[in-house]
């Protein structure tokens, strides 16, 4: 990757699965030749821990703890991650690999490890934060393996009810302020292991009103802040799984997103951004020098 986005290596897995996805919802994922396709679902199992004894059992994120000591074997900090396990399990499905290599007993002992009293999900074994981004994560994972013993549902579901904030959006726990990425997370938790009908009429009502209004020149992630391409995705996810996505009627949120699009293809947060940031990388570079 370009040096400025170094610090991105230990989740090269999560970008893979972009990119993977990103070609597969385009209709182009044909673009990779069968054999390019065997050589990435290769590398992704390259990544898998299989350590039920710590309880670390998952996908990494990159090699980067792996030296040709630990090749191949357990070794300190060599520990899957939920975020990279989930985008892990679905590059593999998205390439056409059936999943017989994943060791899917460990991985399901490994989520239940991650699991907290109040019903969350951390990260990872250690240095992790809990919060609704891996209660998601936790509820894919075991939606794709179709095992959810590795999760107490009724808590899951109990940590989701309890973080229902006064505006009727959803925060990353309990008290905290509503957000479309933690309300998408916490929706389609509840949507993956079918306990969408928990919430009451009121809460059904008053989430779907939340999310309606962030609909600004494009979706917005909050009250107040402007419109991000990503919310296409965290908002718009959380009304389709709400069945509420054709009360859009405009087109701007379509336009808004157009309108980021730099010449290299990709898409920014705001209109201009990415421009702005690579002419910021060049004005660095005699400075760095
Ligand atoms: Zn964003």
């Not at 030296?67 to 899957?80: A, C, E, F, I, P």
Request: aromatic content about 12%; hydrophobic content about 40%; charged content about 20%.
């Amino acid at each position: 990757m370009p040096s400025f986005l170094a610090n991105m290596d230990t989740n090269r897995t999560v970008l893979a699965y972009f990119c993977i996805a990103g070609l597969d919802i385009l209709d182009d994922l044909d673009k990779i030749s069968e054999e390019r396709k065997q050589q990435m679902i290769d590398w992704v199992y390259q990544l898998q821990v299989c350590n039920a004894e710590e309880l670390v059992s998952g996908f990494q994120g990159s090699t980067t703890l792996n030296t040709m000591d630990n090749n191949n074997q357990n070794s300190t900090y060599k520990w899957g991650h939920i975020a990279t396990t989930y985008s892990s399990l679905l590059s593999l499905l998205i390439l056409g690999d059936n999943l017989d290599r994943v060791d899917r007993k460990g991985i399901v002992q490994s989520l239940r490890s991650l699991q907290l009293e109040d019903g969350s999900f951390k990260g990872a074994k250690e240095g992790a934060e809990n919060d609704m981004r891996f209660v998601f994560c936790a509820a894919a994972v075991s939606y794709i393996l179709n095992d959810w013993s590795g999760i107490d549902v009724e808590k899951m579901v109990d940590f989701v009810l309890k973080s229902i904030s006064y505006d009727g959006g959803i925060g990353q726990g309990p008290d905290l302020e509503s957000h479309c990425g933690s309300t998408f997370c916490a929706v389609a938790a509840l949507a993956l292991s079918n306990n969408l009908e928990k919430l009451s009429k009121d809460q059904f009502h008053n989430l779907r009103r939340w999310l309606l209004y962030r609909l600004d020149t494009g979706f917005n992630g909050r009250p107040n802040k402007p419109s991000d391409t990503c919310y296409s995705f965290w908002t718009g996810g959380a009304l389709k799984i709400l069945n509420a996505y054709q009360f859009i009627e405009s087109d701007d949120n379509p336009q808004f997103v157009l309108m980021t699009q730099d010449r290299y293809g990709g898409f920014s947060k705001w209109v201009g951004v990415f421009l702005m940031s690579i002419q910021y990388q060049i004005q660095c570079i005699p400075i760095l020098d």
